[in-house]
Structure formats: C-alpha cells, structure tokens
C-alpha cells in the first residue's frame, strides 16, 4: 500500500525560505512521478512542480526560479525547497505520486490519474 507523508510546513515571513519533505512507502514501479501540489483557501488545487524517474522536474510558472523539487531514492523521501516565499505562497501542500508515470508532466496535467496522495502540510506566509 503507498503511504506519503508531509512535514516541513510552517509560518514564515515574506522573503523567507522553508523545506517540505515527503516520504514514502509501498511503491513497486520503477517508473513513478512525484510533485507537490497546494491549496489556497477559497482557490482550487494547483500543481506546484514535479519530478519523473529520470529526475526529470516540472514547475508552474509563479514557482520557476524559486522552488526546487528534488528527491532521495535512498531515503524514499521527495523534497520541496522554497526561497523567497510570499503570502501568495500560503495555502495547504500535498504531496502526491502517480504510478506508473513516465512524464513529470503527466502528474501535473491530471494528478487524479493513478495517483496517490498524502495529508498535507500547513504553508503560511505573512507579509
């Protein structure tokens, strides 16, 4: 059975910098995607970045430049880096995977697709 779990979440002011970890168990495919994806109150899901079993990554564009997704297939454990965060920023991060998955960019474009997801982790920027 595939478990994610989240931690790292926090408060944090603007211009400020947190690391989300995500780790997991119960994977038996090789090919796998992994990503982040957050929600702010009142807004719909958004998919924040990915990354591909060839340590292929995706990101939408308002995180380009300032998030680094990467993983540690030793620890089973996917990260999220975040620099220069801003209240735009705040919302709630989920972890997510997609198996089999060959594209980073399949699990952004339709995460609900073979995907398993995680609890969440509390993101809050202040101005």
């Known amino acids: 059975q595939v478990q994610l779990v989240e931690s790292g979440g926090g408060s944090v002011q603007a211009g400020g910098s947190l690391r989300l970890s995500c780790t997991a168990s119960?994977?038996?495919?090789?090919?796998?995607?992994m990503g982040w994806f957050r929600q702010a109150p009142g807004k719909e899901r958004e998919g924040v970045a990915a990354i591909d079993s060839d340590v292929t990554t995706s990101y939408t564009d308002s995180v380009q430049g300032r998030f680094t997704i990467s993983k540690d297939n030793a620890k089973n454990t996917l990260y999220l880096q975040m620099n220069n965060l801003t209240p735009e920023d705040t919302g709630v991060y989920y972890c997510?995977?997609?198996?089999?998955?060959?594209?980073?960019?399949?699990?952004?474009?339709?995460?609900?697709?073979?995907?398993?997801w995680g609890q969440g982790t509390q993101v809050t920027v202040s101005s």
């Open positions: 997510a995977a997609r198996l089999p998955c060959l594209d980073a960019n399949e699990l952004l474009s339709a995460p609900e697709v073979n995907s398993y």
């Open positions: 119960g994977f038996t495919y090789i090919t796998y995607c």
